[in-house]
């Protein structure tokens, strides 16, 4: 008969080495619901004049937007993109201060996409519509030159009776303006054959004889030879009346 053995409680006795007993944990899970990030632009539409537009206000330009983020502890980061998702043509601050484009080629109206980006979340957006007016700036005045006199009537220096009329008759200086042009030098053309000297004046001297004749004097710039004006010179002999 085996012998009774007397042990502590929560052992076993015999052969085999004495164990404790298991235990059980218990594990209680916290599950935290966080509310989602959200952005709110405001306003969600505007309407601006293209900066360089004629006659234009700059502050009608310009526009400050706001968003707010909620359940989020940081703030919102901006761009401009237009409206296929491109790069827009205005520009936009880090404190959110929009400024409308030149117009250039753009047409009117241009759109631009003004977007808040949650910088905790990059995922959660806003936007609002930028529509952009105007027919742009005054157009670049033309280059022009000017020559003056418009007309003049002249004796050759010889023939005929052209001996009565003093030198003064026979030549006269032409004077030349120019405005809006890509230089000063002047190039001077007589019918068409072009003259000696690029100065803003011409002095033409008649030929010593010839027969009535209607000459054309022309001014043009140098650097823009489609930049041109005329003068005509009357060309004639002087006959007294009644010698032969």
């Known amino acids: 008969m085996r012998p009774h053995l007397h042990g502590p409680p929560g ?3 015999g052969s ?8 059980i944990t218990e594990v209680t899970h916290h599950v935290v619901a966080r509310h989602q990030i959200e952005v709110e632009i405001s306003p969600p539409r505007v309407e601006l004049a293209f900066r360089d537009e004629r006659f234009v206000n700059p502050i009608n330009t310009q526009y400050r937007f706001e968003a707010r983020v909620f359940n989020s502890r940081l703030s919102a980061s901006w761009q401009v993109l237009n409206p296929a ?13 929009y400024q409308a484009p030149n117009k250039g080629g753009l047409p009117s109206p241009h759109t631009d996409l ?3 980006t949650a910088v905790e979340d990059p995922l959660r957006k806003a936007f609002a519509w930028v529509t952009v007016l105007g ?3 005054e157009p670049a005045p033309a280059p022009v030159i000017e020559i003056w006199p418009k007309r003049a009537t002249l004796y050759y220096a010889q023939g005929d009776h052209n001996a009565y009329f003093d030198d003064s008759n026979k030549m006269q ?8 042009t890509a230089g000063t030098a002047v190039e001077w053309l007589v019918d068409g054959v072009l003259q000696a000297g690029t100065a803003p004046t011409f002095l033409y001297k008649m030929p010593n004889l010839g027969g ?8 043009r710039v140098q650097a823009q030879p489609g930049v041109f004006d005329d003068a005509k010179v009357l060309q004639l002999n002087y006959v007294w009346p ?3």
């Open 242 to 244: 009644g010698l032969l």
């Open 212 to 219: 009535t004749h209607l000459a054309t004097v022309r001014a």
């Open 85 to 97: 998702g491109g790069p827009g043509a205005g520009t936009i601050d880090p404190q959110g201060l």
């Open 135 to 137: 027919i742009g700036p």
């Open 173 to 180: 200086l032409f004077e030349t303006r120019l405005s809006h």
């Open 11 to 13: 052992h076993y006795h």
């Open 16 to 23: 085999a080495a004495c164990l404790p007993a298991p235990t």
């Open 114 to 116: 003004v977007v808040a």
